[in-house]
Every structure is written in structure tokens, then in C-alpha cells.
């Protein structure tokens, strides 16, 4: 199996000089699921914002399929690992359901007719063909959260990054996400406080605080409750 | 919570409903222009325009009452700007008033300027509301971005639009957040809490933007907004153009 991400030795602080990662260093393989668990203000969220490019730091190095993050890779890795939002409000910023599944793909500089197809297929998989010319406010919040789903699927990503995908949801919509997110067989990382569809989707689980990588082992951990007290968890 | 204040009705199915957004927006703009060049005195040229207006607004279906409502919410501003017109033009005396010491004559010119200003905005507001209750916002946008208005004002519309319920929705969680914890009712206090909501409806705004700018970057953003064009003109959208825009100017020029 391949390194799809290779992480080594990530620090990072914000501008307003909030240290958020510190000496990070993580590989994920192809295929596999990855869960990245921790409280609040771990790091978390910060860590994969720079695998899709968006933050960069100057202090260690990061691979994404080989390719180092260079603003001349940046194109190619942001159609290769794609990101999800936790707020389907900031993910969905076009005026309908179609214009913002199609974004991507339109800026990637696919042929109209293939955008389309492409949409159109992806909307029949969460089941949300028929909305495409449906303002995002106008959809329950599930639906939202799938609707975003599908802005980054579409883009047919090697990778895919969630930043809890199932916060927020009721029972049913957290599982529809859940049964949908376990029929993609694409590399996932997945951040969340959702310990059971953790247990559910991933393979290898990471646990962060203070911007460092504490721990990292397979579903095990999540069962040991006194371990994960332990873990500031 | 659900809001549709902006484009309520524009999901019914009418002939007008149907038609090519772009022509929609040629033949209102057509005829807003057509109505703002006719000569303040010809008001039987105005029946006609109001009577095509009417015939479109039967034929889409929009309740009547509800258009005519959103037309008058104009009217104070346009008053409040021509009102005093009459006052001020010369020309020959209409009537003259004596309010203790204030003198006031009101000029038969100044009072067909305000007669102008006020038929001719309120049938220009009157075909707006016809367009936008009998096209999707979406829509719109897209056939004026076909049409070549200038994109950046289009994305704010677009952007506007979508996240103008958020914002209302927002102040009223604000606002409900303050009503169940707020005791004191004190009109200053109040003022200063108020300033309070403001500073934070800004500041969770911005945070939302910057959020989303990450968002549309993630997705391969690269400065400019491309969408797909997704209209197809048919035969009847021609035809339909052609003889309104014939039925305009034919009342506008008719002698």
C-alpha cells in the first residue's frame, strides 16, 4: 500500500500567535480510515485544513499522493483531497443546489455536458435528485450536510476530509450520513467527537491535544473509557 | 427557520413562469424604459402600460393583492423625495396657503413633475415585482449574468441572497438570546446592549466569510465565479418577446 499523506514534524501557530500544532507527524495509507479524536482546541481542525492546502506552515513538510504542497501542486491536490466543512452553511455558498455541486468541476475546467452528468449522478447517490435548482436554505439541515457531502464527492478525491460530518444531525440523518460515508472506498480522514461512527468508519484512530499527536492505535482505544479520561478525553 | 420574502410565488408554473428569464428581463427593462420616456402629460399611454402589465400579472397567477402590496412600499421614498416639488417650481399658481407667517403657493408644473415622478416609478416597481415574483432569484441572476451586467455586481447579489436569511436568522437569535435575559428597560441600556448586537452580527458575519472564502479556495477557486448556462430559448419565448415589445412601443407611439 501507498502513503496517500505523509505528514513530518507540522508546526503551526496562528497569525495572532495561538500555537495550534506542534511537531505533528502522521501517515495515512491508501484506503484506509483514519479518525481524529481530541477535545476542543486540539489542533484538530487546524491539521486538516493543511492537507487541502489551506493553511500552510513554514516549520515541517507534508506530502499529499507524493506531491509536496507547493503552490504549483495546489490545483492538482485540491482535486485530489477534498475538503468538507462542519457548517453546511459555508460550504454551500451558491445560489442553488446544482450551481454549488457543480463549483468544483466547473473549476476544474470540465465540459458542460460532462458537469452535468456528473451532478446529476452524485445527486441520484444522496438521494437528492430532483432539489438541483433548490435554493441550500430552502433544504433541511441533513440534507445540507449531504448536499455538501456531494460538493466534494463529485470531484471524484482520492482523499476525503471531514470535519465532523455528524455533528449536529438526529438519529436518522447521522445514520444515512454514516451508511453513505461507509460505501465510499476512498481514504478518509475523519475529524470528529462522535466516538461511535468513529468506531463504525475508521480503522486507525489518532488522538490530539495541545497540537500534539498523543496516541495512535486502532478502534480499541475507544472502548477503554478510563484510557480515554486519561487522554483528556 | 424558512424565509422566502424575495422571490415568493416564483415557483408557480404560469406561461410567464416558464418563459426564458432573459426574456423576462429584456422586455421589463424594455418597457421600464419605454414608461420613464413618455411625456408626463400622455396619461392614456400609461393606462395602456398598466393595462399590459395587468394582463401579464393575470396570465402569471400571482394573487394580486400580494404584487400591489409589495409596489406601495415604495411609494414613501419617492414621496419623501418629490414632495416638495410642487412647492418650489414656478410657473402658474395652483392654489397659494398661509400658515401664520409661512407662505405657500403650489405651482400646476410642480404638481404634474410629482405626478410624473410618482406614476411612472410606481409602474416602473410594479414590472420589477412582476419579474421577480414570476422568476427564481437564481434565475434571474443567471440571465443577467448571460446579459453581461458586471459579474462582481452579480456575486454580491448572489451572495446576498443566499445569506440573507442566515443574517435575519441570526439577529433573531440574538435578539432572543437578549428578550429572555433582559430586565431592565432602560431606553438608554437598551441602546447600549443594542450596539453590543450590532458589533457581534458583525463580527460572527465576517468569521462566516472568511470561512466560506476557505470553502470556495478548497474547491479550486481561483478568483473568478464560472457557472454553466443553462438556458435553452424556444420559439414561443420569441414570439412572446416580439409582440409584447411590439404592444409597448405601439402604445408609446402611437398618435
Not at chain 1, 23 to 48: F, H, R, Y
Not at chain 1, 80 to 98: G, H, N, R, S
Not at chain 1, 193 to 211: A, F, P, T
Request: hydrophobic share 45%.
Amino acid at each position: 500500500m501507498d502513503k496517500v499523506v505523509e505528514i513530518k514534524n507540522l508546526s503551526y501557530t496562528y497569525p495572532d500567535g495561538t500555537p495550534a500544532l506542534n511537531e505533528v507527524s502522521l501517515d495515512v495509507m491508501e484506503g484506509e480510515s483514519i479518525g481524529i479524536i481530541g477535545p476542543n482546541g486540539a489542533g484538530k481542525s487546524t491539521l486538516l485544513l493543511h492537507l487541502n492546502g489551506i493553511l500552510q506552515s513554514k516549520n515541517g513538510a507534508i506530502k499529499i499522493l507524493g506531491m509536496p504542497l507547493t503552490s504549483k501542486n495546489m490545483r492538482n491536490i485540491r482535486s485530489k483531497a477534498c475538503l468538507v466543512f462542519q457548517d453546511p452553511e459555508d460550504q454551500l455558498f451558491m445560489p442553488t443546489v446544482f450551481d454549488d455541486v457543480a463549483f468544483g468541476l466547473v473549476n476544474l475546467g470540465y465540459e458542460a455536458e460532462t458537469v452535468r452528468e456528473k451532478v446529476e449522478k452524485i445527486l441520484v447517490r444522496v438521494d437528492l435528485s430532483g432539489r438541483e435548482n433548490r435554493s441550500a436554505h430552502h433544504l433541511s439541515f441533513g440534507e445540507k450536510k449531504l448536499v455538501s457531502l456531494a460538493t466534494a464527492l463529485v470531484m471524484e478525491p482520492e482523499i476525503i476530509l471531514l470535519d465532523e460530518p455528524t455533528s449536529n444531525l438526529d438519529r436518522k440523518e447521522r445514520r444515512e450520513i454514516i451508511e453513505f460515508l461507509q460505501e465510499i472506498d476512498k481514504t478518509k480522514i475523519i475529524v470528529s467527537h462522535d466516538l461511535e461512527m468513529i468506531e463504525q468508519l475508521c480503522q486507525r484512530i489518532v488522538v490530539m491535544n495541545k497540537g500534539k499527536v498523543i496516541l495512535t492505535g486502532d478502534t480499541e482505544i475507544l472502548k477503554d473509557d478510563n484510557k480515554l479520561k486519561s487522554l483528556g478525553l | 427557520m424558512k424565509h422566502s420574502f424575495l422571490d415568493r410565488y416564483s415557483d408557480l408554473g404560469s406561461v410567464i413562469h416558464r418563459l426564458d428569464p432573459r426574456v423576462k428581463v429584456i422586455f421589463f427593462f424594455a418597457l421600464i424604459l419605454v414608461i420613464v420616456s413618455t411625456p408626463p402629460q400622455e396619461m392614456a399611454r400609461f393606462l395602456g402600460y398598466f393595462l399590459t402589465l395587468l394582463i401579464l400579472l393575470l396570465l402569471s397567477r400571482v394573487p394580486f393583492f400580494y404584487v400591489f402590496g409589495r409596489t406601495l412600499a415604495i411609494i414613501p421614498f419617492v414621496l419623501l423625495a418629490a414632495i416638495f416639488i410642487p412647492f418650489f417650481k414656478g410657473g402658474e399658481v395652483a392654489g397659494s396657503y398661509n400658515f401664520l407667517t409661512l407662505h405657500l403657493t403650489v405651482s400646476h408644473k410642480g404638481l404634474l413633475i410629482l405626478q410624473n415622478i410618482l406614476i411612472k416609478s410606481w409602474l416602473s416597481v410594479l414590472s420589477l415585482t412582476i419579474l421577480t415574483s414570476t422568476t427564481k432569484f437564481s434565475s434571474l441572476l443567471k440571465a443577467l449574468e448571460i446579459l453581461k451586467i458586471p459579474r462582481v455586481l452579480i456575486l454580491i447579489a448572489s451572495f446576498f441572497y443566499r445569506y440573507m436569511f442566515l443574517l435575519v436568522d441570526q439577529i433573531m437569535k440574538i435578539k432572543n438570546a437578549r428578550d429572555s435575559r433582559s430586565f431592565k428597560s432602560n431606553p438608554l441600556y437598551q441602546l447600549k446592549i443594542f450596539g453590543y448586537m450590532i458589533g457581534e452580527l458583525f463580527i460572527r458575519t465576517y468569521d462566516r466569510a472568511e470561512r466560506i472564502y476557505l470553502a470556495m479556495l478548497s474547491r479550486g477557486f481561483d478568483g473568478s465565479i464560472h457557472t454553466l448556462e443553462s438556458f435553452k430559448i424556444k420559439g414561443f419565448d420569441l414570439y412572446f418577446l416580439g409582440s409584447l415589445v411590439t404592444i409597448i412601443f405601439l402604445i408609446r407611439l402611437w398618435r
